[in-house]
């Protein structure tokens, strides 16, 4: 039996979906290849060794569709990844490739220019062909299943550090087990890497809006649980709006800053964003100049800040606007509240941003409204109930009008 909240909740999401039309009030067919599903990103976590003896290293990780039905699917991924402090760099190794889709117990082969392989190393990026006549269902759970193989056994695999439904990722001597369907089996085998594709692509049958998540460590999850019922405020947001999920990359990393995150420092990661519709920019806090007035510090935040919404706003999304930017609270540390100088300066930047940062921001989000001092455990990290509470009262309310990837607050 279907509650009546569940139901409101349908029509409201479906009251935003709809209002997806262009000026004569046809409806907006979408046409070209966007974020398709949840829990994909570029990898943040150690590299693994292959091991002695493994020939192949195996994989499956779990992805919920959002709330449309999605045909032409792809599968993009790279050797991009974020290091120390979100630093991005790539690997050299040769990684050779294969990937497949397994959606309600049928698992179907992605290829690459018709091959069942391919082979990246550095800033190399594969996007598969186009698989097939496979549908995506709206809210739909599936997994993407894959197979590397290195030269050596002495080469290593970059991993992800953060978790997903069912995850699974292993080093083995055996058999292949990419075709097959459901979980895999492990038994005989060394443990790790999870690996997720970068974006699961595809083109939805009308308007649905999705996200690129620029963090540091809280935009990351910390210290909420790694799992995927957890994995930070935004993740949670996402999961679920309103009983369905808006999909969503994730370009994040402990102690990331906006110098590491710069259209000069992290080129590879922003190929990416034209397959997004939105940017949600939770990355401020670590930037904190450590010298100058409340004047100086203020402006180099403003600079890191703009930088990445003025880069996203000449990028032009799947449905042939420019993508839409989030502003994001530096929210409290325990730190920053006994120092004058950094307290003004923090607060600077949120009334800024509340001002939609120089007409620069399409969103705000009081995030900093649900923290408390002391913050979490070590004065920075915000407790799980904390991101719970940033999702519930703060990120779901304030995308809710975003559902619709053709709005624009000033009418644009």
């Not at 100086?296 to 996203?312: C, F, H, I, M, Y």
């Not at 941003?353 to 120089?358: I, V």
Request: hydrophobic share 40%.
């Amino acid at each position: 039996m279907v509650s009546a909240r569940t139901k409101l909740n349908k029509r409201r999401v479906a009251s935003y979906i709809g209002a997806g039309v262009i000026g004569g009030g046809s409806p907006f067919v979408p046409t070209q290849p966007q974020l398709v599903a949840n829990f994909t990103g570029i990898p943040n976590g150690t590299f693994v060794q292959m091991g002695t003896g493994n020939v192949r290293a195996l994989g499956r990780s779990g992805h919920t569709s959002g709330s449309v039905l999605a045909r032409n699917l792809r599968f993009l991924d790279s050797l991009i990844l974020l290091g120390t402090n979100g630093a991005e760099s790539t690997s050299g190794t040769l990684n050779t490739l294969q990937r497949a889709i397994e959606i309600g117990g049928v698992t179907t082969r992605a290829l690459y220019a018709a091959a069942n392989s391919i082979g990246i190393s550095g800033s190399v990026q594969a996007l598969s062909d186009v698989i097939g006549s496979v549908e995506l269902p709206p809210d739909t759970a599936f997994f993407a299943r894959w197979e590397k193989a290195l030269p050596l056994d002495t080469n290593s695999l970059i991993a992800h550090a953060l978790v997903g439904p069912s995850g699974q990722g292993f080093r083995t001597s055996g058999a292949s087990q990419l075709m097959s369907t459901g979980a895999m089996n492990s038994s005989g085998t060394g443990a790790g890497p999870q690996i997720w594709p970068n974006a699961i692509l595809g083109i939805p049958i009308s308007p649905m809006s999705c996200v690129a998540i620029i963090g540091d460590s809280i935009g990351n999850y910390r210290d909420a649980p790694n799992t995927a019922a957890g994995g930070g405020a935004w993740a949670q947001a996402l999961n679920d709006l309103d009983g369905h999920v808006v999909p969503w990359m994730k370009q994040t990393q402990n102690g990331h800053t906006f110098g590491n995150a710069s259209f000069a420092s992290a080129p590879l990661q922003k190929t990416h964003w034209q397959y997004v519709t939105d940017i949600m920019i939770e990355l401020s806090t670590n930037s904190m100049p450590a010298s100058g007035t409340v004047s100086e510090r203020l402006a180099s935040l403003q600079a890191g800040w703009l930088n990445l919404a003025d880069g996203a706003r000449a990028i032009i999304g799947p449905y042939g606007k420019r993508l839409r930017v989030h502003f994001f609270d530096m929210v409290k540390r325990d730190s920053y509240e006994l120092d004058s100088v950094q307290r003004d300066t923090r607060l600077a930047y949120n009334a800024w941003g509340a001002a939609f940062a120089d007409n620069k921001a399409d969103a705000y989000y009081n995030t900093d409204s649900e923290v408390t001092v002391p913050v979490g455990t070590d004065g920075i990290h915000l407790a799980a109930a904390v991101h719970t509470a940033i999702a519930a009262n703060v990120i779901v309310p304030g995308y809710r009008p975003f559902l619709n990837p053709l709005y624009f607050p000033r009418g644009e």
